[in-house]
């Protein structure tokens, strides 16, 4: 089957009846939903297995364009200045050097100067300008728990769940799948640390997108004719320090940045 591009290509698998066991008012409400990845196909109780596998691998989520992107960077940026940089440094993790914060992002340092331009050796796509904007406005400052949880388990991951398996999880155990020694790669570039865990993962490692906001990443290889397996964790403490939205971003720009290096490896 051909990409899904638009909502009409969705409600042409569905039965029409506007019977609202979705929970959305017709089908066309739904398709449009399930377009723009706020509903899983799954929600519709009268898609069969085998359609939702395969159209839901195919759909051509619209992104945000880039003026909108812009303008919420711009919003952020506005909402930085005249913040305490010094207090935002302790609640966050940060240093406060010379009037600007230094901020680990992955292990590298992002600078935010006092007009909140960022600067960095590592480059700078709005999945990870907005998260970072974000912590330093909202991170609570509250200490890891070292308690590790699923996107379901969050306070709102819930609504978030289906999207972040979809866009995140999923695409991350194919990456994984064809090119396993990423995780190497992944300790290398990402100062990454493998840890030890009571779940069986054959490979279990810790990113630190920001300070106070790891991310826990368990994979198991196939075995035994059971299909590979991969989950991704969040402190327990991850909404405090950290939006839902931020959240979600990190996730799939994660899966954005390991397909690059996935096909520079390749090569």
Known sequence: MSPVNNAMDILKLLPKTN?????????????????????????????????????????????????ELNEHIDSLKQGMIGIDFAQAARRTGAEYVNGALIIKVFGKDVRIDKNANLSSDIHMHPWIIIPILNYVLNCSGLALTGQWMPMRDLRDGMAWNGLFEQRCEKPLKK????????????????????????????????LAPLV????????????????????VYFDSTAQDNLDINSIFALGAGLVR???????????
């Not at 940045?257 to 090569?267: L, P, Q, R, W, Y």
């Open 19 to 67: 019977c609202r066991e979705c929970r959305e008012p017709t089908c066309l409400v739904f398709a449009i939903a399930a377009f723009q990845g706020k509903k899983e196909l799954r929600d519709c109780p009268y898609l069969s297995k085998e359609v939702i596998d395969n159209v839901g691998a195919k759909i051509q989520h619209p992104e945000e364009s880039s003026d």
């Open 175 to 206: 990456i994984l799948d064809e090119h396993i020694d990423l995780f190497q790669i992944m300790t290398q570039i990402f100062n990454a640390r493998e840890v030890e865990d009571d779940f069986g993962a054959d490979v279990s490692i810790v």
């Open 212 to 231: 106070k906001f790891p991310i826990l990443i368990r994979y198991w290889k196939p075995d035994d004719g059971l299909e590979s397996n991969l989950n």
């Open 257 to 267: 940045m390991f397909e690059k290096i996935a096909v520079t490896h390749g090569s």
